[in-house]
């Protein structure tokens, strides 16, 4: 099998093809063969000799027919041309020089079930022309029968779950569904030839797939990565072997504010000593300057532990001031390497407006922000509220709260470092109330504990902001049988092109009244 690239590419000129690729193609074709076509891209400027259906087969997680049927769809977009053996089997693939004629993009376009972008409406998600989905041309443009399918799944997995205890409204997809990702983690392995790599874990497998590029993921954060590894490269650094335990690096998170451009580099150590630090700090940031990228701060983290786990307890700040800052519907946060922010600024924007807009603050009310993290929902709710009050478990995320309420000029919130569950339990005993508390558990959802201490400090209004609607589900059996009941729902499509959904609840107390007993019996 050979693959022939196309005729004097730079790795620089391959990106910008697949930039123009994906503008052109990706609202229109379909979503496996976009990642066909832009793997033979990336293939063009790295290893074109070492091609073959099996390998690409294995890094797209899709088989060898899948990979047929794509590259014989782009044939009939004259993007490449197929050679094939005397018995039919496939041999050779040319790339053709693509977008050569400025109208081909237009006249060529199609999708697998002959439905054009400009047939595709946000309506056909739902059925209802009565959506809260966006109708911007970008939003439009996105929904492929990919999306459209995947979007009607997240809703009627919704609607399936919970739909017995109250209305689910459609779901809130995301306009330009691509890049969403502010953070990367990507674990360093050795590649072909020995050269130092890094990427992510095929599935349930410790075998890490290399990762050039991904159309989750910010932009600027691939092209920090591909920084880094050339920093590394430069200081000879070794990747950490889990079995024979040796080696240097382990993994790197990146981290970027989207809305200030700040970019963070921690780079995850097997040992506390990084040779030659400042050289490669120095390294790094040449490098990232060669990519446009300027880094803002970069970390070492230390992980000597057996584990899983990506990130070890002890830091050194190597660059600036070991976090970056980021701005969400209106307020400014520090982000430090362990913060828990939201990986998409965007929907998240949109997720913490629904939560706000369900909880019906006046003003006059006292919140409890339990589960706050470093405080977004709680400083979000703070100008619409009396008095804030959260509560997290990690201390750090308690001091970052702490510090973006006083950066952003809050005073009506305080913050505490305690168990949630207990922190509610003992604060209920004590006869302090709260109008409103805001639930944003883990995936885990909350607990029977955490649950009835609620009911028992008996605010008028729960607005439960979940990542899992089976664990939603569990709990709002448990919240009804304690006095309150749902609203409604709206999921979130926070996390595209994967199975995950985030939902809005909003539940209302229910006032029983029992009568007296008349005395007779």
Aim: hydrophobic share 40%; glycine share 8%.
């Amino acid at each position: 099998m050979s693959l022939v690239s196309l005729q004097n590419s730079s790795e620089q000129e391959v990106t910008i093809l697949s930039n123009r690729f994906i503008d052109n193609f990706m609202p229109r074709a379909n979503g496996e063969f976009v990642k066909v076509y832009i793997y033979l891209l990336r293939m063009v400027s790295a290893a074109p000799s070492s091609f073959s259906l099996e390998r690409m087969a294995d890094c797209l997680f899709c088989t060898e027919r899948d990979i047929s049927r794509a590259l014989k769809y782009w044939e009939s977009e004259k993007l490449v041309s197929l050679t094939y053996t005397a018995n039919q089997q496939l041999s050779g693939i040319t790339l053709l020089e693509p977008f050569a004629d400025a109208g081909h993009m237009e006249s060529s376009a199609s999708m697998e079930a002959g439905t054009t972008a400009a047939q595709t409406t946000p309506a056909a998600v739902s059925g209802n022309t009565d959506t809260t989905i966006p109708e911007s041309s970008d939003y439009i443009r996105s929904l492929t029968p990919d999306r459209i399918k995947e979007l009607k799944q997240k809703e009627e997995t919704v609607k399936k779950l919970l739909g017995r205890f109250g209305p689910v409204e459609h779901i809130r997809g995301m306009e330009t569904p691509y890049h969403y990702r502010n953070k990367v983690i990507s674990t360093f392995t050795t590649g072909w030839g020995g050269k130092l790599t890094s990427g992510i874990y095929a599935a349930n497998s410790h075998k890490v797939l290399p990762v050039e590029s991904c159309l989750l993921q910010d932009e600027v954060l691939d092209k920090t990565m591909l920084a880094v590894r050339a920093a590394a490269g430069i200081c000879h650094y070794q990747p950490f072997n889990e079995d024979k335990g040796t080696g240097l690096l382990r993994h790197c998170l990146l981290r970027r504010g989207v809305m200030t451009g700040q970019v963070m580099v921690v780079l995850v150590t097997a040992q506390p000593v990084l040779p030659g630090a400042k050289n490669f700090v120095k390294a790094l940031l040449t490098e990232a300057g060669k990519q446009g990228v300027a880094i803002t701060t970069i970390v070492q983290n230390v992980n000597d532990r057996k584990t899983s786990v990506v990130l070890g307890d002890m830091e050194k700040v190597l660059y600036g001031k070991g976090f970056i800052l980021d701005t969400l519907c209106g307020k400014t946060y520090a982000i430090s390497p362990r913060s828990f922010y939201q990986v998409n600024p965007a929907q998240t924007a949109v997720l913490y407006g629904l939560a706000v807009e369900a909880a019906k603050l006046t003003g006059k009310e006292v919140v409890l922000d339990a589960y706050c993290g470093i405080g977004t929902i709680g400083l979000t709710a703070a100008d619409h509220a009396k008095q804030v009050v959260g509560v997290e478990l990690n201390r750090d995320a308690v001091q970052d709260a702490i510090g973006n309420a006083r950066h952003n000029g809050v005073k009506n919130a305080r913050f505490f470092a305690a168990d949630a569950t207990r922190w509610i339990r003992e604060a209920a005993a004590a006869g302090e109330k709260a109008d409103v508390i805001f639930m944003d558990p883990p995936r885990e959802g909350s607990t029977p504990e955490f649950l009835a201490s609620v009911a028992r400090m008996a605010p008028k209004r729960v607005v439960y902001v979940s990542c899992n609607p089976v664990t939603l589900a569990r709990d709002l059996a448990t919240l009804t049988k304690l006095g309150y009941k749902a609203e409604g729902f709206t999921p979130v499509d926070m996390f595209p092109h994967t199975e995950h959904i985030e939902t809005v609840c909003a539940l209302s107390k229910l006032e029983i009244h029992r009568k007296k007993p008349s005395g007779k019996r």
